[in-house]
C-alpha cells in the first residue's frame, strides 16, 4: 500500500530560526514527490517539484531534499517568518495519472515572536 | 489558489439532506478533482474527471455524486448516504490527467448539524 509519512505530526518555532521537515514514503514506482503548503482554511499551495533524478530544489527560504535511495525527502526553512505559519504536507505521485497521488498528513509549523 | 474558485465557503446542513458544492476554473484545464480532507488524514480522492462529460470514482466516492457538463465546472453533491459528510472539501485541477501538477481551490467547510 502507498503511504507518505510525515513528522513531526507538529513543530513550534522562533520567528527567524531554521527548521526542517521529514517525509518518508513508500510509494511505487515513483514519478516525482511535491511539497505544499496550506494555509488554516485555504487550499494547498505547490512549493517545489523534485523528480527521480533530482536531489534539491529551491523556491525563495524553501529548500525541498530527496533521496530516492532511502525514499526520504526534507523541507528545510530558512529564516522562519510568522507567515510560514501553516501546514506542510508532502505529496508522492506515480506514473498513471492525476489520481495517483498519495497524500501525506502533513507538519503543522507555527512561528511565534 | 489560481483560477479556482469554491462556494460556499462555509455549509450547513441537516442530516438527511442533500447538499452541492460548487467548484468552477477559469484555467481551461481538462482535469478537475474532489477531495475530502479530515483532521490527522491526507487528502483522499472522491471523485476525478479527466474531461468534459466524463468522471470516475476515486477511494471514497460512496455517498457522492458529481458531473461535468461544462469544461469549467464541476460541482460535487453530498447525499444523505454519506455517513460522516462534516469536513473540509477541496477542489483541483491539472492541465491534464496525465500532468499531476494539481491546483486547488480555496476549499468548502460543510457540518452536518
Known amino acids: 500500500k502507498n503511504q507518505v509519512e510525515q513528522s513531526p505530526q507538529s513543530l513550534i518555532i522562533l520567528e527567524g530560526k531554521n527548521c526542517t521537515l521529514q517525509?518518508?514514503?513508500?510509494?511505487?514506482?515513483?514519478?516525482?514527490l511535491r511539497w505544499y503548503k496550506q494555509d488554516t482554511g485555504r487550499g494547498p499551495v505547490s512549493l517545489t517539484i523534485m523528480t527521480f533524478s533530482e536531489n534539491t530544489k529551491s523556491n525563495g527560504r524553501y529548500t525541498a531534499t530527496l533521496d530516492a535511495d532511502t525514499k526520504q525527502s526534507s523541507l528545510h526553512i530558512t529564516a522562519s517568518q510568522l507567515s510560514d505559519s501553516a501546514s506542510y504536507i508532502c505529496v508522492v505521485s506515480v506514473t498513471g495519472g492525476g489520481n495517483k497521488l498519495t497524500f501525506g498528513t502533513g507538519t503543522q509549523l507555527k512561528v511565534e515572536l | 489558489d489560481g483560477g479556482i474558485t469554491q462556494s460556499p465557503k462555509y455549509l450547513f446542513r441537516k442530516e438527511g439532506q442533500n447538499v452541492t458544492l460548487s467548484c468552477e476554473q477559469n484555467?481551461?484545464?481538462?482535469?478537475m478533482y474532489w477531495y475530502r480532507q479530515d483532521p490527522g488524514q491526507g487528502l483522499r480522492l472522491i471523485y476525478y474527471?479527466?474531461?468534459?462529460?466524463?468522471?470516475q470514482k476515486g477511494d471514497i466516492a460512496e455517498g457522492y455524486s458529481v458531473s461535468r457538463e461544462k469544461k469549467e465546472s464541476f460541482p460535487l453533491t453530498v447525499t444523505s448516504a454519506q455517513k460522516n459528510p462534516t469536513a473540509f472539501y477541496l477542489c483541483a485541477s491539472s492541465r491534464s490527467y496525465y500532468e499531476d501538477t494539481q491546483y486547488f481551490g480555496p476549499g468548502t467547510r460543510l457540518t452536518v448539524l
Open positions: 474527471s479527466q474531461i468534459v462529460n466524463d468522471f
Open positions: 517525509c518518508n514514503y513508500t510509494v511505487s514506482p515513483f514519478s516525482n
Open positions: 484555467l481551461n484545464h481538462d482535469a
